[in-house]
C-alpha cells in the first residue's frame, strides 16, 4: 500500500511540474513573447498617442480643440483615450520605447493570468491552455503600443465578473462597475460592456425565473452610469458611434472587413471552435449565445472587432464544457517568477527599426527651417511628425478631419496630380514627405519641375518645392 501510495505521489508530482511549465509558457513566455515584437511600434498612431499624454501632462487639461495638425488646428477633437495616452506618455518619458514594451507586457500578463484565474474553476489545463493559446494567437496581429490593449485586461475582468454571476444567479457586486470608469476614459470599445452586462443578467434571470430581477436592474443601472462618467462627457460618450458612422472607414486597414486572406488565424480558430462545440453538444445560454452571435457579426464588418470576440469567447465559452476544474493548481509561483523574467527583458534594447510609423532618421534629416513650413505627409507619418513637433497635413486621428478630407487624401496618395496641386495652393504646401509605396505620387513629383528630391532613406523620400531652398 506505501509503494503504490509513494507511486501515486511521484506521478501526481510529475504531473504538477508539467502544468507549472505549460503554464509558465503561456501565462509568461507567451505574453512577453507578443510583447517583444517590434510590430508593437509599427503603427504611426503609437506617436501621436504619446504626444498627445505629452500635451495633457504640460497643459494639465484634456485637449478639446486640434493641437497639432496645421490643416484642422482649433477644429473640436474628442480625446476620448486620455487615459491611455497618459500612461503611455509617462512610461515613454521615463524609459523610451522600453517603457512601451513594459505597459504592453503587463497588459497582456494582466489579461492572461485574469482568463487563467477564471477558467481554473470550470475546466482543466487541456482547456484553459487551448483557450489561452486560441485567443493570443488571434491578438497576436492586433498587439500595438496603443490604448486597446490597455482595456483587454478590462474587458476580460468584466465579463468573467458577469459570467461567474450568471452561474450563480446573482450580479456581481456594485463595486465591480468601477472598471467601467477606466474603460470609458481609455479606449472607444467600452460600448461593449453594457451587452456583456445585459447577456449575463439575461441567462441568469432566466434560469432563476426572474427572483433575481431588482438586484439585476440596479446592477445594470450602475453600469450606465459608470459609462457616463466620462472625462469628455456627453461628447466622449457619443465619439464611439460618430467613428463607427464615418464614410473613411474601409480606407483604413484596421476598420476594413475581416477575410480570409489577412487573418486566416481568425477564420482557422472559428472553425475549429465550432467543430467542437458541435461534436460536444455544447449547450449555450440564450443570452450568451446572442453576445457571441452581435460580436462575432462585428468582427466579420470590422476586423478590429476581432480581438473583443476573441476575448468574450475565451472567457465564456470554455466554462461550459464543465470538465475537472484545475482549482488546485497555485498561480503563485509563477508570479515570483514574473519580476525576473520582466526585469531580464528590459535589459535588452528595444528599438524599432526605420520605417514609415518609425522615421526617425528622415525626420531627423530635415532642416528647421524647413520644419516649420506646411507639409503634405502620408497618413503613417502624421503620428511621428507630432511627435517631433512638427504640424502634419493629416494623422491617424481621421475623425477629426472628417470623410471629404480623408477621401480627397487618399485620392491625392493614389496620384491624382490635380487634387495634389490644388491641396498645394490651398494650404501652401512647401514640402512632401512620403513612403516608397505611395509609387505614383512619387512618380509625379520626380517629372514635375516644380519638385526636387531633398531626400530619400529607408522610410520615405523628401520633397521640396523649387522656390524653397531649405538650409541645412
Not at 136 to 164: C, K, N, Q, Y
Not at 233 to 261: R, T, V
Not at 391 to 409: L, S
Request: aromatic share 12%.
Amino acid at each position: 500500500m506505501q509503494g503504490h501510495s509513494s507511486s501515486e505521489q511521484r506521478a501526481f508530482t510529475r504531473e504538477s511540474i508539467v502544468t507549472a511549465l505549460l503554464f509558465a509558457l503561456l501565462l509568461l513566455g507567451l505574453p512577453l513573447l507578443l510583447a517583444s515584437s517590434p510590430k508593437i511600434f509599427e503603427d504611426g498612431d503609437v506617436s501621436w498617442h504619446i504626444a498627445s499624454g505629452r500635451w495633457i501632462i504640460q497643459h494639465g487639461r484634456i485637449p478639446t480643440t486640434d493641437p497639432f495638425s496645421f490643416t484642422v488646428a482649433g477644429r473640436p477633437w474628442v480625446a476620448m483615450e486620455w487615459l491611455g495616452d497618459l500612461i503611455f506618455a509617462s512610461a515613454f518619458t521615463v524609459a523610451s520605447y522600453r517603457g512601451l514594451f513594459l505597459v504592453v507586457a503587463t497588459a497582456l500578463l494582466a489579461l492572461n493570468c485574469i482568463l487563467f484565474l477564471h477558467l481554473r474553476r470550470y475546466v482543466g489545463a487541456i482547456g484553459i491552455a487551448s483557450a489561452l493559446v486560441a485567443m493570443d494567437v488571434i491578438l497576436g496581429p492586433f498587439v500595438m503600443a496603443r490604448p486597446h490593449v490597455l482595456v483587454w485586461p478590462l474587458l476580460a475582468g468584466w465579463t468573467a465578473l458577469l459570467a461567474e454571476a450568471a452561474d450563480t444567479d446573482r450580479p456581481p457586486p456594485l463595486w465591480s462597475t468601477l472598471i467601467l470608469v477606466a474603460w470609458t476614459n481609455t479606449h472607444g470599445s467600452f460600448p461593449l460592456a453594457l451587452p456583456i452586462a445585459t447577456a449575463a443578467a439575461f441567462d441568469s434571470l432566466w434560469e432563476s425565473k426572474w427572483r433575481q430581477w431588482r438586484a439585476w436592474g440596479t446592477f445594470l443601472v450602475a453600469s450606465a452610469v459608470a459609462l457616463l462618467l466620462n472625462a469628455n462627457g456627453i461628447a466622449g460618450i457619443a465619439q464611439p458611434f460618430k467613428i463607427a458612422d464615418l464614410g473613411m472607414l474601409p480606407l483604413i486597414q484596421e476598420w476594413q472587413p475581416s477575410a480570409p486572406s489577412v487573418t486566416p488565424q481568425f477564420y482557422g480558430i472559428l472553425l475549429l471552435g465550432l467543430g467542437v462545440l458541435l461534436y460536444k453538444g455544447v449547450r449555450v445560454p440564450p443570452g450568451r449565445l446572442v453576445l457571441l452571435l452581435l460580436m462575432l457579426g462585428l468582427s466579420f464588418s470590422h476586423m478590429r472587432h476581432q480581438t473583443w470576440f476573441a476575448i468574450v469567447a475565451a472567457t465564456t465559452i470554455p466554462p461550459l464544457f464543465r470538465t475537472k476544474p484545475l482549482a488546485q493548481f497555485s498561480v503563485l509561483p509563477l508570479g515570483f517568477a514574473l519580476v525576473p523574467a520582466l526585469v531580464l527583458r528590459m535589459i535588452w534594447p528595444v528599438t524599432p527599426s526605420e520605417s514609415a510609423p518609425n522615421p526617425w532618421h528622415l525626420i531627423a534629416a530635415i532642416p528647421a527651417p524647413l520644419r516649420s513650413q506646411p507639409v503634405f505627409n502620408s497618413y503613417s507619418f502624421g503620428g511621428p511628425l507630432i511627435l517631433s513637433g512638427i504640424r502634419p497635413y493629416i494623422d491617424g486621428r481621421a475623425e477629426i478631419y472628417g470623410d471629404a478630407f480623408v477621401q480627397n487624401y487618399a485620392a491625392i496618395a493614389d496620384g491624382d496630380w490635380a487634387k495634389f496641386n490644388d491641396a498645394v495652393k490651398r494650404y501652401g504646401i512647401r514640402w512632401t514627405v512620403l513612403p516608397a509605396s505611395d509609387t505614383r505620387l512619387i512618380q509625379e513629383l520626380d517629372s514635375s519641375p516644380d519638385w526636387q528630391r531633398f531626400y530619400s532613406g529607408k522610410a520615405g523620400v523628401v520633397y521640396v518645392r523649387r522656390n524653397v531652398r531649405p538650409a541645412h
